[in-house]
Every structure is written in C-alpha cells, then in structure tokens.
C-alpha cells in the first residue's frame, strides 16, 4: 500500500515539474517588470502550498522503504530512489529556492536563466525516481 501512494506522490510531482520546466518557468519572462515582483512572490507562496506536502510525503515514504523494504524490490534501488529524492531537496534548498528569492525584487534575465538550466536537476531525477516506481510495481505485480 505504502508503495503505491509513493507512486503516486512521485508521478503527482514528476506531472507539477514538467509543467514548472516546460510552461511555468519559460513564461516568467513574459510577465513584464510592472508586475514582477508582486508575480514572484505569489508564484513562491503557492507553489510552496502545493509542493511541499508532495515532497514531504515522497521523502518520507521514501526513507520508510528504505527502512522497511518491500519484499521482492531490490534494496540498491530502494536506496537510489531515496537518493535522488535528496538530491531533488537538495537542489531545491540550495539552488532554485535562493534563485527564486534573488529573483523576488526584480526580474533578472541571467537569473531566471540559471533558474530553468538548474532546474534539470529536478526534471530529470523526477522522471528517474517515476520509472522506478513504475519498474517496482511491474515487480511485484508481474
């Protein structure tokens, strides 16, 4: 049970971040520097809204089937799963959140750049950490 609703926070957070890579961010530059900041902020608070319990529950119950393994899953992707989450939080903490904040006064063309470049980081271990759970479900139910 704990793998499926760990599935399916994965595959909620790998849908969240291809809209923010391939929608979301790119139109930042189209908002305008009127409107910018006021933008920012609002993106950030409800983002954090929407985002944050996803990636509590994903980290949690990634620890836990590290934890306590699933019978038949191999425990060195249990592990990667659980690593890539943290480098996800990791990146997330260290890079797109403070390149959010120094974006908050002003809109900055380098910054936003940097913003969209870095965030495949996220992009891609997202799409990793989904076919996993895909590739542990087809274990245990094939």
């Known amino acids: 049970m704990l793998l499926i609703l760990h599935a399916a ?39 954090a809204f929407l985002v944050g319990p996803l990636m509590l529950a994903e980290l949690l119950s990634a620890a836990w089937l590290v934890y306590r393994p699933v019978a038949g899953l191999p425990l060195w992707s249990l592990w990667l799963g659980l690593a890539l989450t943290l480098a996800i939080w990791i990146s997330t903490g260290l890079i797109q959140s403070p390149l959010h904040g120094r974006l908050s006064p002003a809109f900055d063309a380098g910054l936003h750049a940097r913003l969209v470049s870095t965030n495949w980081v996220r992009t891609l271990a997202w799409t990793v950490r989904a076919g996993l759970c895909v590739w542990w479900l087809g274990l245990l139910l094939g």
């Open 9 to 47: 926070v994965t595959w909620a957070l790998l849908g969240l971040i291809l809209t923010i890579q391939f929608v979301h961010y790119p139109l930042f530059s189209k908002v305008g520097e009127a409107g910018w900041s006021v933008y920012e902020r609002e993106h950030q608070s409800r983002i």
